[in-house]
């Protein structure tokens, strides 16, 4: 976050010799008393002052920021209704991905809206209650995305490496449990970020009039060694433990699959020889060929329906692990540029080339907080078919209380009179008394279907 905050007074400045010796204008106090954290003369402010005209980086920023949003907003929700609506998507595994596109929820609303104005301002606008709030849930959505995708990975991983114990594990009960410690420990990891992001007050310079420029970064500690502890520690928790978790688990689980896979050819050759023995063997016994060809039909469904099993739980790794690749490939980035930056290695990023390259990295955590619903629905067909399903039960919900409404309302408009003493049956079809209710609303409801 490096943004401006302009005031433009003229040349009410008091002399300033530089370090070449000439004269130049620079106020030692802004004119509504600010305290200045520091000063720098710069010829030029037009950059400083007009970022969207001058900043090369405002256009492609705004640009990415409106997109992820849209797109983050609308994906990420029909994520969380496609997967509560429909009660047979309800597993494990569907419960971590509804809290992955919360998080990414958190983030957009919490850090786009008021990274937008800044840039477009050319100054943080937010006060200091929100650069702190804005940094914290920016950690917050990191944090709680890798430590979902690391308890999707150690459930995959007992419920394929271990499935006897997937059985008492891997309930919806401890499942709620276990997102739930997940969010706690997201906010205690991102804490930090409350006490460490603070907005600094600079004075930009010339001979003319100045600029005070309002910035949120993590200024709210006094030594570089806490700056580059703080970054290390959003390196080691948001990136490196958690990485070498998932590279473990799954490791495994792609072990374990691929010698069932190896297991499952095998006794299909041997089904396919049994087969033909028995065939050879027991056709002139009608008694014994029919047992026989009942006993290979079950060991046929069986076998297809443990190949079913696997090839979906294929698919649903594969997903995973374009899930956390994406992430880590676009927070990872940023994340080391953080400690180049602390390091005093910031001098190989600035060439014309590097900015570009610097501006990819900062745009590349909103990226991903968009990507996660399309690659549901390219890669998944249970969430392709769960998506249907919400919406048509959302929409025949609707057509059925219109019509109910509709019912009721044709009932209170009836006229006693010209039904000649047969107001009470009809009233008695749509709306029945109290005592009635219960059944009579059930047979309503069950005819619709």
């Not at 929100?130 to 459930?155: D, G, H």
């Not at 928790?237 to 691929?258: D, G, K, R, S, T």
């Not at 008394?433 to 005819?447: E, I, Q």
């Amino acid at each position: 976050m490096n943004v401006p905050h302009s005031y433009n007074v003229g040349t009410s400045a008091k002399p300033y010799a530089s370090s070449n010796g000439t004269s130049q204008s620079v106020p030692m106090m802004p004119w509504d008393g600010t305290q200045l954290d520091f000063r720098h003369y710069m010829e030029d402010l037009e950059a400083v002052q007009s970022s969207w005209t001058e900043d090369r980086a405002f256009w492609p920023t705004s640009i990415t920021y409106g997109l992820a949003f849209l797109i983050g907003i609308i994906g990420n929700s029909l994520v969380v209704f496609a997967l509560m609506a429909n009660r047979k998507a309800r597993n494990v595994t569907s419960s971590f991905l509804v809290s992955l596109a919360i998080s990414d929820v958190i983030f957009l609303l919490l850090c786009v809206p008021y990274e937008t104005v800044s840039k477009y301002a050319g100054f943080w606008s937010g006060g200091l209650a929100l650069c702190k709030i804005s940094s914290f849930a920016e950690m917050l959505s990191a944090a709680a995305s890798i430590l979902n995708l690391t308890a999707v990975s150690m459930e995959r991983y007992i419920v394929i490496v271990h499935p006897l114990k997937a059985r008492s594990w891997c309930t919806m009960g401890n499942t709620k449990k276990l997102i739930a410690g997940v969010w706690v420990v997201a906010i205690t990891l991102s804490s930090p970020t409350l006490y460490i992001m603070s907005t600094t007050v600079g004075m930009y310079y010339n001979s003319e009039t100045y600029v005070i420029k309002v910035t949120c970064s993590d200024c709210n500690v006094n030594s570089n060694g806490e700056r580059i502890l703080f970054t290390w520690y959003q390196l080691i928790i948001m990136f490196i433990l958690p990485m070498a978790v998932m590279v473990y688990c799954y490791a495994y689980v792609i072990h374990v699959l691929w010698a069932s896979t190896k297991d499952l050819a095998k006794m299909t050759h041997a089904e396919g020889s049994y087969e033909d023995d028995s065939r050879l063997e027991l056709t002139p016994q009608s008694g014994r060929h029919f047992r026989a060809s009942t006993k290979r039909a079950g060991i046929r469904s069986l076998r297809d329906h443990n190949s079913e099993i696997r090839e979906a739980r294929k698919q649903v790794i594969k997903m995973l692990l374009t899930i956390i690749g994406i992430f880590l490939f676009c927070w990872g980035p940023k994340l080391i540029l953080n400690i180049m930056k602390r390091h005093k290695l910031g001098y190989i990023l600035h060439k014309n080339v590097a900015f570009y390259i610097m501006l990819v990295i900062h745009l590349l955590p909103y990226i991903q907080s968009c990507v996660n619903p399309i690659i549901y629905s390219i890669m998944s067909n249970n969430f392709q078919r769960s998506l249907r399903s919400a919406c048509h039960t959302y929409c025949h919900c609707r057509s059925r209380c219109s019509r109910l409404m509709r019912r009721q309302s044709s009932d209170y408009d009836m006229d006693p009179k010209s039904y000649n003493g047969n107001t009470y049956q009809t009233y008695l079809r749509y709306s029945p008394p109290v005592a009635n209710a219960g059944r009579a609303s059930a047979s309503v409801l069950s005819t619709d279907y």
